[in-house]
């Protein structure tokens, strides 16, 4: 069965750092994309950023809104994906999920969220 | 970017009812076309995939059609448990996008 458990969230001020996990299991982890979708009651859903598998490099996208301050990684060893989130701003909060993608490129199982608020 | 628009915005129907629900792409998305279903409180679930095939474990009264820009989701038979807000996604190319949703009330 895949699980994928999201940690990390909380409040953060404005200018703050934050970085989320995503626990993977159930698939072969090198194997698949995974992508970051976030969820603002005001704007929807929101892509974030992918990480390629394993034989595409682990290589990266961003969306245009976080490009330069989001980084997206992965461990190996234990099966994690991060994102690493910089010089946040109010409209990052959200609902931040990850999302493994299926082999012909469609979202196939979601995580249950971390909220990120970020509030002075 | 591709932008996706859905419509309706929000729909009420009656038990046993079918609705569909559209979603257009401002460029042609081939069928890189996702159908998710969302419930409050819950993450979102894929319901359809390539436009019109069943993700695993999904009955089959939900179906998807289209190609290119235009693209509709059913759903037949409605139940109760229906009540969600569904959405579509393109993953032709980057950005990845999202309708704005529709919410179905029951």
């Given at each position: 069965e895949v699980q994928l458990v999201e940690s990390g969230g909380g409040l953060v001020q404005p200018g703050g750092s934050l970085r989320l996990s995503c626990a993977a299991s159930g698939?072969?982890?090198?194997?698949h994309y995974i992508d970051w979708v976030r969820q603002t009651p005001g704007k929807g859903l929101e892509w974030v950023g992918r990480s390629r598998n394993k034989a595409n490099s682990y290589t990266t996208e961003y969306a245009a809104s976080v490009k330069g301050r989001f980084s997206v990684s992965r461990d190996e060893s234990n099966n994690s994906l991060y994102l690493q989130m910089n010089?946040?701003?109010?409209?990052?909060t959200a609902v931040y999920y990850c999302v493994v993608v299926n082999t012909a490129y469609y979202p196939d199982y979601w995580g249950q969220g971390t909220l990120v608020t970020v509030s002075s | 970017d591709v932008q996706m628009t859905q419509s309706p915005s929000s729909l009420s129907a009656s038990v046993g009812d079918r609705v569909t629900i559209t979603c257009r792409a401002s460029q042609g998305v081939s069928n890189s076309l996702v159908w998710l279903q969302q419930k409050p409180g819950k993450a979102p679930k894929t319901l359809i995939y390539g436009a019109s095939r069943l993700q695993s474990?999904?009955?089959?009264?939900f179906s998807g059609s289209g190609y290119g820009t235009d693209f509709t989701l059913t759903i037949s038979?409605?139940?109760?448990?229906?009540?969600a807000t569904y959405y579509c996604q393109h993953h032709?190319?980057?950005?990845i996008t999202f309708g704005q949703g529709t919410r179905l009330e029951i």
């Amino acid at each position: 069965e895949v699980q994928l458990v999201e940690s990390g969230g909380g409040l953060v001020q404005p200018g703050g750092s934050l970085r989320l996990s995503c626990a993977a299991s159930g698939f072969t982890f090198s194997d698949h994309y995974i992508d970051w979708v976030r969820q603002t009651p005001g704007k929807g859903l929101e892509w974030v950023g992918r990480s390629r598998n394993k034989a595409n490099s682990y290589t990266t996208e961003y969306a245009a809104s976080v490009k330069g301050r989001f980084s997206v990684s992965r461990d190996e060893s234990n099966n994690s994906l991060y994102l690493q989130m910089n010089s946040l701003q109010t409209d990052d909060t959200a609902v931040y999920y990850c999302v493994v993608v299926n082999t012909a490129y469609y979202p196939d199982y979601w995580g249950q969220g971390t909220l990120v608020t970020v509030s002075s | 970017d591709v932008q996706m628009t859905q419509s309706p915005s929000s729909l009420s129907a009656s038990v046993g009812d079918r609705v569909t629900i559209t979603c257009r792409a401002s460029q042609g998305v081939s069928n890189s076309l996702v159908w998710l279903q969302q419930k409050p409180g819950k993450a979102p679930k894929t319901l359809i995939y390539g436009a019109s095939r069943l993700q695993s474990g999904v009955p089959s009264k939900f179906s998807g059609s289209g190609y290119g820009t235009d693209f509709t989701l059913t759903i037949s038979s409605l139940q109760p448990e229906d009540s969600a807000t569904y959405y579509c996604q393109h993953h032709k190319n980057y950005p990845i996008t999202f309708g704005q949703g529709t919410r179905l009330e029951i």
